[in-house]
């Protein structure tokens, strides 16, 4: 079923992330992806996909999107938020109606059937592998939070933030993001400009943050800053600031755990998709192939 699928992917901080003609995109913090099927595209179609970007077709494309729903790529080693990620993205709701729409969702059912295969046989018991879990050494007898961003790494830290009756405080600057954030957690919201300082930490869960804006945190008790690539920039010299690298260290597990289970990983999840492709060549009435028609 999946011979003809085709997935560009790309990790980079400075990558393309608008749209190419008949793909699907898939955008989070971390990176980028776009799917197809191969009879969709002209035959000139790798002149529209930006240098940066590998290219992966047929069951590589299938393999290598079910390791990254599987958080198998993820800076944190077998995360749980990448497939709630990939859950909302490829909803009915973000889908458009048609033939398409019937061909991603079957993507989408066996490739989170086929994660979840994977989570449970190898990702089981490694440490605790949310981000909001990197959370806990700092604030873990903390009654009031400041978090600063409304993307999708804000939603999946606010159901950890907002228990032990914590009172978070949610920043950002778009409106109509901050109202949806607010009625689905009873937090309160604010713009940039509203935040005052105090003591209470800061969670940083916005790629664009301002230098300057981190000086006025130098009173917190923890300023934690889960972008990625802070390593490779200036990193403030204000007390009880905390990057995104040496929040990965708090993890449970050992690197040389994670390098031991990477093969099996991939191996597994290569037999997975082998095993369903077989189950369809040999059911003659089964499910339709896809049209020859754009969207």
Known sequence: MWFSLVLIHSDEKERFTGEIPNFFSWQTCMRSVYLS??????????????????????????????????????KLFGESEVQAQFTSTFSKEHLL?????????????????????????????????????LCEKYIRNEKRIHLFGTGNLAETLLPYLT???????????????LGELRDKFMIQTGNWSDYTPDTSPVIIASSYYPTDQLNLHKDSRAVLDFRNDTEKNFIPQIPHYIPFSELLKNIENTELKILELRPKVKNYIRSLALSREEEQIHIIHGWEDLPLACY
């Open 37 to 74: 099927d191969e009879r969709l595209l002209t035959k000139d179609y790798l002149s529209l996909v930006p240098k940066s970007y590998k290219l992966y077709r047929g069951l590589d494309a299938y393999s290598f999107l079910t390791e990254i729903v599987s958080g198998f790529h993820s």
């Open 97 to 133: 109606e048609g033939s398409t729409s019937k061909y991603f969702l079957k993507l989408r059912d066996q490739i989170l059937e086929h994660s979840k295969l994977v989570r449970s046989k190898f990702l089981t018991g490694i440490g605790k592998q949310t981000y909001g879990s």
């Open 163 to 177: 228990t032990n009756s914590r009172k978070v405080t949610l920043y950002g600057r778009d409106e109509f993001r």
